[in-house]
Structures are given as C-alpha cells and as structure tokens.
C-alpha cells in the first residue's frame, strides 16, 4: 500500500464555519498552553517534559477545560504531538525554539485516525463529516483514491481545506506499460528546464509568473504604505483599508503561487508520460539564493535569487524525482561539484572552465558546439549512465577534483 495526499476545498454554511473557527481557536490555545508547559517546567523545576506525559494529562485537562470535551481527543493528541515535533527540531539545531503562536500563524488541526471524521467521496467533490462540526460541501478531484487515513483542516487566506491521506494499492500507481524514455535535465532561469536524450533537444522557457505580477505587486504595496499600519510597541492597530489593501497583495501572490505549482505538476507530468530514467543536477537551492556579501554585487544577486524562486528550482525537482519514483523509474542527482556538468564536454570528457556569460559551450578538443545548458544535461545523462567520454564505464570511476 502507498499514501498519498489530495487536498479539496470546503465550502461551510456560516453556522459550520463558526464552529469551525471556534475549534481552530481551542487547537491554539492548547498548543501554546503545552508549549509554556514545557518551558516552565524546564525554567523551573530543571524538568523536561515529553509528549506521553503531556499526553496523560489529557483528561485532568478537559476537567478544567470542560470545552475541550467536545473536540476529539486523538485530534488532541496530535497537537501536541505537533508540539513534540517543534521541541524536537530544536534540539537537533533544525529550527528555532517553538514560540507561542497567534491565532493568524495557527492553520488548523489533523485527525491522524480514521476517528472524528468521515468522507463521502469518489475521489471527485463530494461532502466531509466533521464530529461536533457538521457536514461540509467540498470540491476538487484527485486522480488516485484509496480508503481515508488521516484528515488535515487547513485556513488559509480566508478559504478551507481539507488535506486528505489515503491509501492506494500500488498496482493503481504504475502504469500498465512502463515508459521506455532516458534524458537528462539542466534547470536555468531564462530556459527553465533543457531537455536532451542525447540526440533530440528541448527548452522550456521559464514562465515568470511573479516576474509578470510584480508591477502589480509594487502599485499595490504603495498603495498599503499610506494606511495606518499596525504597531505593537506602540500598541497601534492597522486600520481598515490597512487590512484591505493587505487581502489585495495576497490574493496576487497567491495566485502567482498556484500559478506556479500547476505549471510544475503539468511539466512534471509530461516529463514522466515518456521517460522512466531522469538524470539532473543536484542543487542546493537554500545556498544558491543566500544574500551576497556587502559590496559584492548585490542588486544583480537579489535579481538572480528572485529568478531563482519564481522558477520554483526545488519544487520542480521534487515534483518530477515522487512522479518518476511512482511509475517505478529511476531518478538520479548528479553530484554536480565532482561532475560540474555545465563545465565539461560531453563529447569527449574535457573540461574547459565558463564563466556564467558564455551561453554557449565551444569544446576546444573536440569542436563540439552546443547551447550551454544542453550540453550539461547531457553530461549528466551520460554520467548517470555510466558512458560520460573520459570518465570511464562506470559512474564510480568520476575524479573528484
């Protein structure tokens, strides 16, 4: 059996959406109340809590909460368990130290059995029952459907979701003929994706769609710093047309971003439709996007970061690695330190070293001539295949220099 998750929107009455509000609320206020549990405890009494004794006292705390009884407690449990989750990441150095959370950064609370909620659903729309909530209208469509594991309620900007795990036979995944297609993918900014098998080529332009949306973005904005902005030191609350004017620079955003997220789950799936072997470069997008130091060009940086994000690099990369992964193809990162694609032929092995400039790759050996980014996908394709020129049969014998 395999999870998968399918998100679905939910459009309450305004009696259930109350409810639904109510109930966020007592999420929140619980997670903040085990947060403070364990720091003072800690602070203290030099005691550290963990999740089973916070756990345990569950039911004295619905004694004093007598509100608390009528939300279900395994959705209980797994808010604290979502604040187990937060003190574990900060003591392995992962994040921050968990912080007591406003209703505004607080998005909703999961059912993680099959208690306290039930769906009525095809894998097409259809109607979600919540315990002590009521029964929701929800729309979307997922394309696998299996029997319903866990449930998430999510709010965000001012809508409903439902997020969904299911489980799904295997078989379902994977398609009755396996693609037979092998490539290699360079991801770039002015061609999002390059696209070779060797002998056919492909680029796919960057869409660009906060680059599109950002004129928008910059009128509006001007628009919100002549409102009375909020100010906590001064105790200041922000105005109205504050408030206003802030939902408009969301909604563009959020558009840019589902703009995005459907443009990589299309390419993705044309991509995986044909071929069951992809090769790309191993990137670490959090380091590619850092700030560049004072003095050092840092307009140009932040205008490369910004291209960076808007073609969604890790989100594109992801997308493709679950989708070959699921058809039971092969997905291969390139080491691109040891390998450096884009500064090798992939002809006859030579590395010749480029500066970002020269978009287009002149092997002085061998006189190959191809686009830059072509050229590095296929050095990736050859080296994951093991028949990289220079570099051997096989993809342990690459030098690491």
């Known amino acids: 059996m395999a999870t998968r998750r399918m998100t679905f929107r939910l459009y309450p009455n305004i009696q259930i959406e109350k409810q639904l509000r109510y109930h966020r609320k007592l999420h929140k206020d619980l ?28 039911p004295a705390f619905k004694e004093v909460w007598t509100e608390y009884k009528q939300i279900n407690s395994q959705a209980l449990q797994a808010t604290l368990k979502r604040v187990d989750f937060a003190f574990e990441r900060w003591f392995k150095g992962l994040g921050k130290r ?15 059995a099959k208690t306290g909620y039930s769906v009525e659903s095809n894998s097409e729309n259809g109607y979600l029952n919540l315990s002590k909530i009521g029964r929701i209208q929800m729309r979307g469509k997922a394309k696998y459907w299996g029997k319903p594991t866990t449930c998430t309620i999510v709010y965000r900007n001012g809508k409903w979701y439902a997020s969904i795990t299911v489980d799904v036979l295997e078989q379902a995944l994977k398609p009755e003929v396996l693609p037979t297609g092998a490539i290699g993918i360079d991801l770039g900014c002015k061609s999002a994706l390059s696209i070779t098998d060797g002998e056919n080529h492909q680029q796919i332009d960057a869409p660009k ?14 628009e919100k710093r002549r409102k009375r ?16 004017v802030q939902l408009r620079v969301s909604k563009i955003l959020r558009k840019v971003a589902n703009q995005r997220q459907n443009w990589v789950h299309q390419v993705a799936a044309e991509i995986v439709s044909s071929n069951s072997f992809v090769a790309t470069e191993k ?66 092995g030579h590395r010749h070293k480029k500066t970002l400039d020269i978009r287009v790759h002149e092997c002085g050996v061998c006189g ?29 014998n690459a030098p690491l220099r």
């Open 31 to 58: 997670f903040n109340a085990a947060v403070n549990n364990r720091l003072t405890q800690y602070k203290k009494f030099n005691r550290s809590i963990d999740y089973f004794e916070q756990q345990n006292c569950l």
């Open 98 to 112: 968990p912080r007591f959370k406003s209703i505004r950064h607080y998005s909703g609370w999961t059912y993680p």
């Open 209 to 222: 769609f906060f680059r599109n949306a950002e004129q928008k973005v910059k009128k509006v904005s001007q």
């Open 229 to 244: 902005a909020p100010n906590r030191n001064k105790k200041v609350k922000a105005s109205r047309r504050f408030k206003k």
């Open 283 to 348: 990137l670490e997008v959090k380091n590619m996007t850092s700030r560049a130091r004072k003095g050092k060009r840092q307009k140009q940086k932040a205008g490369l970061n910004k291209s960076i994000l808007d073609v969604g690099f890790g989100m594109l990369r992801s997308a493709i690695k679950y989708k070959v992964e699921q058809i039971g193809g092969v997905f291969v990162e390139v080491p691109t330190k040891k390998v450096k694609p884009s500064q090798t032929c992939p002809k006859c």
């Open 368 to 396: 190959y001539v191809q686009d830059r980014d072509i050229a590095a996908a296929e050095v990736m394709l050859y080296w994951s295949k093991g028949t990289l020129p220079g570099l051997g049969t096989n993809r342990a």
